[in-house]
């Protein structure tokens, strides 16, 4: 196992053609990066909120670093996003996780399922995904375990502190995807960061 950006993954077999997915960009594209100058691979990286896709316009950015102003979900459409609690940060979630009162409003981000998204880009499978998507992982999961498609590592955030959310519930969606034939190889020291590699 290598760590880098905040992740643990397992390198072997990581090379120019693998076919790597990275949800949830922020304004932080370490682990991308740091992807693409020890394998060569492409990172195709996905964000649909504002704050992101304003972002990665502003920088400059290896060709390997493949941007799409496109989210994850369980569907194909609309999602709501709400804006994060602080000024700047750029961590919008389709969560509600303001006060009671908070009243600002969602924005809407163009998401479509996993299978979907791979369709578009011609793939049949997926090297490395990995999701870090502020809550919404509760549903994709799911729909990704079901509908099959092969995956060699993931790396995903479980945000089981949300007040939405517990932290059995997280574990039950870990559960979920070992299930389909995936160990857990890694937990990062916060305790919110999983890597699963295929058996």
Known sequence: MVAFGGWSLR???????????????????????????????????????????????????????????????????????????????THYSHERRGRLFDRRKPIGGRVERLSTIMRGLGHDHIDVLKLDVEGSEFEVIPDVVESGISIDQLLVEIHYRFRSRSFRQGMALIDRVKASGMRCVHVSERGFEFSLVRE
């Open 11 to 89: 390198p072997e077999g990581l090379g120019p053609g693998s076919i790597v997915y990275s949800f949830g960009v922020g304004d932080n594209v370490a682990w991308d990066l740091e992807m693409i100058r020890r394998f060569g691979c492409t990172v195709h990286a996905f964000d649909p909120t504002p704050a992101s896709i304003g972002w990665v316009a502003r920088q400059v950015l290896p060709p390997q670093f493949v941007f799409h102003d496109c989210g994850i979900a369980s569907f194909d459409g609309v999602l709501d996003f709400y804006p994060p609690r602080k000024d700047g940060n």
